[in-house]
């Protein structure tokens, strides 16, 4: 499975992105998908995950209220909009297909993943 992450960009501080991930395969549309994020210095931390049919979305205290993530084609494309976005959001966004069907927060649920997209969130 090829993960192919879109979306990113600059942005100010309470603007609005939305990213998209689209699996190359179809059978990926069985499996959980998610978003991760990496900033400079700092490990990789879980963002958003949904479950293989678009339901049980999870989210990170974080970004709750702010981020939305949902699924479309069939499954095949995962999409996480980011509202009120805030300069420590600023990371490197990476998007992942799940070892298994039900979303999950752990970065060993996760088999496949993107290339990352860049957000920066000016202040």
């Known amino acids: 499975v090829q993960l192919q992450a879109s979306g990113g960009g600059l942005v100010e501080t309470g603007g609005s992105l939305t990213l998209s991930c689209t699996a190359s395969?179809?059978?990926?549309?069985?499996?959980?998908m998610a978003w991760f994020r990496q900033a400079p210095g700092k490990e990789r931390e879980f963002v958003a995950a949904i479950s293989w049919n678009g339901g049980n979305p999870l989210y990170a205290d974080s970004v709750k209220g702010r981020f939305s993530i949902t699924r479309q084609y069939a499954g095949a494309t995962v999409n996480l909009k980011m509202n009120d976005l805030k300069p420590e959001d600023t990371a490197v966004y990476y998007c992942?297909?799940?070892?298994?069907?039900?979303?999950?927060?752990?970065?060993?649920?996760?088999?496949?993943w993107g290339q990352g997209t860049q957000v920066t969130v000016s202040s």
């Open positions: 992942a297909a799940g070892r298994g069907s039900i979303a999950t927060s752990g970065n060993a649920g996760y088999a496949y």
């Open positions: 395969r179809r059978t990926a549309s069985n499996n959980a």
